[in-house]
């Protein structure tokens, strides 16, 4: 990919920041967050983005009652985009945003915007990475050179380039940047590409050409770069600051989730596709494939200052990141609170599950 087009990339990024920071936040009587003596939720109604793809922790916890136990309901906000779904965060349009991936908050963060993330969703999103069939494969390595249709503000390929020893990525390989992962797949079959990056919503439809002879499937993003953190939990800063019980109570109430969707997958599958009115084999495909589809509520804070460090390094994050401290946007504290109220509470549902997640809690945020 030329030179200009990256900056093209950048400076529409930055274009929507300025335009997210210059958003007033509106807040009604109701969603106004109020101090509480006894740990209730300052904020019972909490307005919520999960993209199209929804939010199988969130399901579940609608449907088992564990958001109603915390006294907390949703109120879904639609977007078209991520990036619309970012503009709502920062006009204070919705409280939290689930399924926007890592990089927009961060970018937000970085161009003045001042969100926190505070919890997790995907931790890895079983996202394929297609070619010819036939086509050679041996790692990243096969990247150097090639054309390839990933998006380079794609941190984990950046990333895992510049393990290789590579100090600019963005020049030992020719990234090329489509819209639509449809179109990608299609630049594949033409032979325009010789790799490119699906998305989770893809997999059905790739599984089907793998297994007709059309495409390969050569490996999953998550195997480029490990726990490479999909998509976080975000709020304005102030929000957080001022509805903590509230935070806690949504982390508590999908943290059962979380126990309850490790233990009981088919079902989830089910009510998953029934809340984004698609079909079971459709979420099946990404849903139920335990190498490449993890799901989390731990903030996963040593991979998102690995993405931040990488972003920047790479030239996709606003000139401002190099005065602000990446960890004063991440909040572990409430998280690690929460778990340990949760396990109080819950704990005997599923001790094993809890322990995990301690320990889970303390290799990836310490």
């Known amino acids: ?55 199988v922790l969130l399901t579940i916890a609608e449907d088992k009652g564990y958001l109603e ?3 907390i309901s949703i109120e879904y906000v639609e977007a078209n985009a991520n990036a619309d779904a970012m503009t709502l965060l920062a006009t204070g349009k919705v409280d939290v945003v689930s399924n926007a991936g890592t990089s927009n908050p961060l970018q937000q963060i970085a161009s003045g915007v001042d969100l ?3 919890g997790g969703h995907m931790v890895e999103g079983c996202m394929p990475v297609v070619a010819k069939a036939g086509a ?4 990243i390595e096969s990247f150097i050179g090639k054309k390839v249709a ?43 590409v010789a790799y490119a990056l699906m998305g989770t919503g893809q997999n059905l439809a790739v599984q089907e050409m793998a297994a007709n ?6 490996s999953y993003q998550s195997e480029i770069m490990e726990n490479y953190s999909c998509c976080r939990m975000e709020a ?9 019980n509230t935070v806690k109570a949504i982390i508590r109430a999908l943290l059962r989730a979380q126990s309850y969707y490790e233990n009981n997958k088919e079902e989830a599958v089910t009510l998953l596709a029934k809340d984004i009115e698609a079909t079971e084999e459709y979420v099946a495909a990404y849903m139920l494939d335990d190498e490449h589809y993890f799901v989390s509520v731990d903030p996963l804070k040593n991979s998102v200052k690995r993405a931040w460090d990488i972003l920047d390094k ?27 109220e949760a396990t109080e509470k819950y704990g005997d549902e599923d001790p094993e599950f809890y322990e995990e997640m301690k320990t889970f809690f303390e290799e990836n945020d310490k």
């Open 1 to 55: 990919m030329k030179k200009r087009i990256f900056a093209v990339l950048l400076a529409a990024a930055m274009t929507f920041s300025l335009a997210a920071c210059g958003g007033s936040s509106e807040e009604s009587a109701e969603g106004e967050g109020t101090k509480t003596e006894d740990g209730a939720p300052e904020q019972e109604v909490v307005k919520w983005n999960c993209g199209t793809s929804g939010n």
């Open 69 to 71: 136990d915390e006294g």
């Open 136 to 139: 050679e494969w041996n790692g």
């Open 236 to 244: 304005q800063t102030d929000w957080v600051n001022e509805n903590p």
């Open 314 to 340: 790479t030239g996709f994050l606003d000139e401002k990141a190099k005065d602000i401290n990446i960890d004063d946007h991440i909040n572990t504290e409430l998280y690690e609170e929460a778990l340990t």
């Open 150 to 192: 990933v998006n380079p503000s794609y941190f984990a390929f950046t990333g895992a380039v510049m393990d290789l020893g590579y100090e600019d990525p963005l020049s030992v390989v020719d990234w090329e940047v489509y819209s639509d992962y449809n179109d990608a797949l299609a630049a594949v079959v033409r032979g325009d």
């Open 213 to 218: 002879g059309e495409i390969d499937i050569v």
């Open 116 to 118: 926190t993330i505070f």
